[in-house]
């Protein structure tokens, strides 16, 4: 479910997980050869499993295990650590040794000398609590894949959030044993051993990468391009999955075609997906050979484009931010906020791929794309933040923009934007020879090579290299100015024309970005001020139960539903455990709604471009009639 919106067809949230790197200090003379760890299932009433972490070969007498403060991807520093409880620690023989708990993240065992030292504790699994990740960075939301969770059917763990690392030995081999009651399932894109319950990494940063599926789910495979691609489906059994899991598929084979030029980078892949009871939206996560998506059982049922397009985007990331990344990350520092300048391009040129797969998957129309650029440029361009701060301090400040950007402006929104824009100068100035397609697989390639990240400014770099221009004022304009977008003068390069209308979409005076599922329904977490909702009677805090006599379980798509303005929603909530009836009345909002047409005496150049982003058959079309739209 998401908040209704005429023009709303992306998802609320996707989240990017950025890159791992070895961690070079501090380092012990000798660290352990290896770290092995046990995750059991021990009491899914009290949702609690037990955890060792067993470093191999220890040298020293004192060496620490540590949480990270965060995880990849995620820009926001968490609470998980408090899901850590009854400590112990003991040597390869059982003989208990000291733990002290120097910090919050730390824990220091003391007494082992040489051979094993196991830490041992009980991890609190409950994805939901909004405790157990952060209330304060995240308003509470937890989208299930950052905090571990179990129940009487199923677990989920994500390492980071689950495995403490041996500090300073962070780079030698490890793995994990997953301990699971009879008839469970275990589904871990990491190195699978024999027995498909010990799973293998080089290191702690590739291990802790990809989360694992315990318990009864929906499990598919397929071989695509060589490699054994799965869907793994949490929460929607004894439903059709086929066309779904077909989707997920054509999306796979799309991508490795047209990013990794028809060579996948992993040895396998796992789509994990989730469809709990109640859901915001859809949100994913991305993982070295995995992704984890949360999202509505309708989207399961019909396959829709922008639930596709989330999937997608998920899936570009198994190149663009997991291989292609900056070595700024590296050494990869789990204790405090990492900050890159590109998150522009790790996410929003992430995103400006994913309806180009699905249109090269033959999911989507040629219009689709179309409609998902007019919109992306529609949000910018509405927005008034893109006049105070630029893509590169959007991306810089993550950290206090809930891992979107900042103040307002998503590098989400803007880089995708910008990544068309460069797509279309990139193959203007080289007479359509190179583009953005060029650039990503010539970053891939030469991350590989080099076996780390890519220095600063890289990709503005090779770029430039590729096309032999100098783009710096390109960049310098998009991503250190806040100068309005050259959008239609580049635009045209590509033979295509940006027109806009003036739009009302209704107005519900409720911050989408803030809604949080419960047990119950959804948790409205901030009004905007004055606006409908507030106005009728709402308050933050505010837990809705139902619209319109509807549970809101049983919702099918947007919450509201289509509504226009002035009209009448009765809602029921929960305040202070109290029910309440409220009537929102909708409000109105104005918005320049902005659309893509075709131009249809494009020169050979024009049309040469436009066919290398789109595909030849929507350069032949004629676009769609003329409406209330108008070119600026
Ligand atoms: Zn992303």
Redo the contacts with the bound molecule.
């Keep these: 479910m998401k908040i209704n919106c005429p023009l709303s067809r992306l998802p609320l949230l996707?989240?990017?997980?950025l890159c791992f790197l070895c961690f070079a200090s501090p380092s012990f003379a000798a660290p352990p050869h290896h770290i092995s760890y046990t995750v059991t299932v021990a009491d899914t009433a009290n949702k609690r499993y037990r955890v060792t972490a067993r470093a191999e070969g220890v040298t020293e007498a004192t060496i620490s295990f540590a949480l990270p403060a965060w995880s990849p991807?995620w820009y926001v520093l968490t609470n998980a650590y408090k899901n850590i409880e009854n400590v112990t620690a003991t040597d390869g023989d059982g003989k208990p040794l000291l733990v002290t708990h120097p910090d919050k993240l730390t824990y220091k065992v003391t007494g082992g000398g040489k051979g094993d030292v196991i830490l041992s504790y009980d991890l609190r699994a409950i994805d939901r609590d909004p405790d157990a990740v952060g209330p304060g960075a995240t308003g509470g939301r937890d989208y299930g894949f950052f905090a571990p969770y179990l129940d009487e059917t199923n677990g989920f763990v994500p390492g980071p959030a689950s495995l403490t690392y041996v500090v300073g030995g962070k780079s030698v081999p490890c793995s994990v044993t997953y301990k699971v009651p009879e008839g469970w399932k275990i589904a871990s894109a990491n190195d699978p051993g024999a027995d498909n319950a010990t799973f293998t990494a080089k290191d702690y940063d590739s291990l802790a990468d990809n989360p694992a599926d315990l318990g009864k789910f929906d499990r598919y495979d397929r071989t695509i391009a060589g490699v054994p691609v799965s869907v793994v489906i949490v929460g929607a059994s004894g439903r059709s999955h086929r066309k779904f899991t077909e989707a997920c598929w054509k999306i796979a084979e799309a991508g490795i075609r047209v990013i990794g030029g028809g060579k996948s980078p992993f040895p396998r892949y796992i789509f994990h997906f989730r469809a709990p009871e109640v859901t915001v939206g859809i949100a994913?996560?991305?993982h070295l050979n995995s992704t984890v998506i949360t999202l509505p059982l309708s989207a399961i049922r019909t396959a829709d484009p922008d639930s596709l397009s989330v999937i997608a985007?998920?899936f570009?990331?198994a190149w663009n931010?997991k291989r292609i990344r900056p070595d700024k990350l590296g050494p990869f520092d789990y204790t405090r906020e990492v900050r890159v300048r590109d998150l522009w391009w790790?996410?929003g040129v992430?995103?400006y791929y994913a309806p180009r797969i699905l249109l090269e998957a033959g999911l989507v129309s040629q219009d689709y794309w179309r409609s998902y650029m007019a919109y992306t440029i529609g949000l910018v361009q509405n927005n008034p933040s893109r006049k105070r701060v630029t893509l590169e301090t959007a991306s810089l400040k993550a950290w206090e923009g809930r891992s979107e950007g900042f103040d307002g402006l998503s590098y989400?929104e803007k880089g995708l934007v910008v990544g068309l824009l460069l797509d279309i100068e990139m193959r203007r100035v080289s007479k359509n020879r190179v583009g953005t397609d060029d650039l990503m697989k010539t970053l891939f390639s030469e991350t590989d090579k080099r076996g780390q990240g890519y220095p600063e400014g890289e990709i503005e770099r090779t770029a430039s290299r590729l096309t032999g221009s100098d783009l710096t004022a390109f960049f310098d304009k998009t991503l250190r100015s806040t100068t309005e977008l050259p959008l239609k003068e580049i635009l045209e390069s590509a033979g295509l024309n940006l027109i806009f209308a003036a739009l009302s979409i209704p107005d519900f005076g409720i911050d989408v970005n803030t809604l949080t599922p419960t047990a119950e329904g959804i948790r409205i977490g901030s009004l905007i001020k004055n606006g409908p909702a507030e106005r009728s009677g709402l308050k933050e805090g505010d837990i809705l139960l139902a619209v319109n006599g509807k549970n809101i379980r049983d919702i099918d798509g947007t919450i509201f539903g289509d509504v226009s303005q002035d009209q009448d929603i009765a809602l029921s909530i929960r305040r202070d455990n109290v029910t309440r009836s409220i009537t929102l009345t909708v409000g109105e909002k104005k918005e320049t709604a902005y659309e893509l047409r075709l131009i249809a005496e494009a020169t050979p150049l024009q049309k040469a471009i436009r066919t290398s982003l789109i595909g030849r058959a929507i350069s032949d079309s004629a676009g769609t009639p003329v409406g209330a739209f108008q070119s600026p």
């Design positions: 996707i989240f990017s997980l991807g994913g996560l991305e985007h998920e570009v990331h931010v790790l996410e992430t995103d989400y």
